[in-house]
């Protein structure tokens, strides 16, 4: 944080507050808060950085409170934030501009607007302290701006989206623009929308664990494989109980495909069959169905020319 100077000796100088910040401010302001503004006004009649873990020590706060305040002073105007460090504006010319300027009438969109930037910033600086330590690249904020634009994201969103990157130790923009896309893609908008995304990737996950183990598969499972489960579950709406019934199905092969066991399941769900209570009375109808006779001009066919035309003759023989 770099703050201004003059040549001043320390023992004779003074640090005058003007009245108005007693006036309008003071009682308004958190004890500490009062602080470390004071410290910062103090400070900047000298040209010395000053970082805020410092600050924190010099004042004897906590770096949390320290930070909360640096947010409140900006939020309210007394703290301009600059590339490196902050400006002290003059509270007596800010007054003075409340008091003077001409009043224009704000329609409903331009409050909305105003509102929306408000909470943005609010975001881009829970994410600065949260992930950055206060310390964010200034390219950043122009990066989460156009990711709020390309992908209507809300700010909670946004900032879960930067603590997921985190938590995968893989805060860097590549990474973090294939999630936000994936995340986009599966129409999340809000933070409701995507703790339901959470929840159902958490269920098909454990879907394809299962399947894994009762195939003995010791390989992930491939983005195709898994557009299956998602499938099965989300759009037929089958559970495990239903799956495993179709992977019991498999035992007979030696290698046995997603392919496969889709085709079991769809016909399934196309037969109108939505519980493994009905889909095991199926098959038990299946096989207990008796084989058509085949015709003497059929007799003298060899056995090895024998096919299925359709998944009845197929159930029939499993």
């Given at each position: 944080?770099?703050?201004?100077?003059?040549?001043?000796?320390?023992?004779?100088?003074?640090?005058?507050?003007?009245?108005?910040?007693?006036?309008?401010?003071?009682?308004?302001?958190?004890?500490?808060?009062?602080?470390?503004?004071?410290?910062?006004?103090?400070?900047?009649?000298?040209?010395?950085?000053?970082?805020?873990?410092?600050?924190?020590?010099?004042?004897?706060?906590?770096?949390?409170?320290?930070q909360n305040a640096i947010k409140y002073w900006e939020d309210i105007g007394l703290l301009i934030r600059k590339n490196q460090g902050f400006i002290l504006p003059n509270i007596?010319?800010?007054?003075?501009?409340?008091?003077?300027?001409?009043?224009?009438?704000?329609?409903?969109?331009?409050?909305?607007?105003?509102?929306?930037?408000?909470?943005?910033?609010?975001?881009?600086?829970?994410?600065?302290?949260?992930?950055?330590?206060?310390?964010?690249?200034?390219?950043?904020?122009?990066?989460?701006?156009?990711?709020?634009?390309?992908?209507?994201?809300?700010?909670?969103?946004?900032?879960?989206?930067?603590?997921?990157?985190?938590?995968?130790?893989?805060?860097?923009?590549?990474?973090?623009?294939?999630?936000?896309?994936?995340?986009?893609?599966?129409?999340?908008?809000?933070?409701?929308?995507?703790?339901?995304?959470?929840?159902?990737?958490?269920?098909?996950?454990?879907?394809?664990?299962?399947?894994?183990?009762?195939?003995?598969?010791?390989?992930?499972?491939?983005?195709?494989?898994?557009?299956?489960?998602?499938?099965?579950?989300?759009?037929?709406?089958?559970?495990?109980?239903?799956?495993?019934?179709?992977?019991?199905?498999?035992?007979?092969?030696?290698?046995?495909?997603?392919?496969?066991?889709?085709?079991?399941?769809?016909?399934?769900?196309?037969?109108?069959?939505?519980?493994?209570?009905?889909?095991?009375?199926?098959?038990?109808?299946?096989?207990?169905?008796?084989?058509?006779?085949?015709?003497?001009?059929?007799?003298?066919?060899?056995?090895?020319?024998?096919?299925?035309?359709?998944?009845?003759?197929?159930?029939?023989?499993?």
């Amino acid at each position: 944080m770099k703050l201004e100077q003059n040549d001043m000796s320390l023992i004779f100088s003074q640090t005058n507050i003007p009245d108005i910040f007693f006036t309008e401010y003071l009682s308004e302001a958190n004890g500490d808060f009062v602080k470390v503004y004071l410290y910062l006004f103090f400070l900047s009649k000298y040209n010395k950085d000053i970082k805020i873990n410092d600050l924190s020590k010099k004042l004897e706060l906590p770096l949390p409170i320290v930070q909360n305040a640096i947010k409140y002073w900006e939020d309210i105007g007394l703290l301009i934030r600059k590339n490196q460090g902050f400006i002290l504006p003059n509270i007596q010319e800010i007054e003075l501009n409340k008091v003077y300027k001409p009043k224009i009438t704000i329609s409903a969109s331009d409050i909305k607007k105003v509102q929306e930037s408000k909470r943005r910033s609010n975001a881009i600086d829970t994410i600065n302290n949260e992930f950055f330590d206060g310390v964010m690249n200034p390219s950043w904020f122009s990066d989460i701006d156009l990711w709020f634009k390309k992908y209507d994201f809300d700010e909670e969103v946004m900032i879960a989206l930067f603590r997921y990157c985190f938590n995968k130790a893989a805060l860097h923009r590549s990474y973090i623009t294939t999630v936000a896309t994936a995340w986009h893609k599966n129409k999340i908008h809000t933070f409701s929308d995507l703790e339901a995304y959470f929840q159902k990737q958490e269920k098909i996950n454990v879907i394809a664990n299962s399947i894994r183990k009762k195939l003995r598969m010791s390989r992930n499972l491939s983005i195709f494989e898994e557009a299956y489960i998602e499938k099965w579950n989300i759009t037929y709406g089958y559970n495990m109980d239903v799956i495993e019934i179709a992977l019991k199905k498999t035992t007979s092969k030696y290698n046995p495909s997603f392919e496969y066991i889709d085709k079991l399941l769809t016909d399934w769900y196309e037969k109108g069959l939505k519980t493994a209570d009905k889909i095991l009375v199926y098959l038990e109808n299946q096989k207990n169905k008796p084989v058509q006779k085949q015709d003497d001009s059929k007799k003298n066919k060899s056995f090895s020319q024998r096919s299925y035309t359709n998944l009845n003759d197929f159930y029939s023989n499993i």
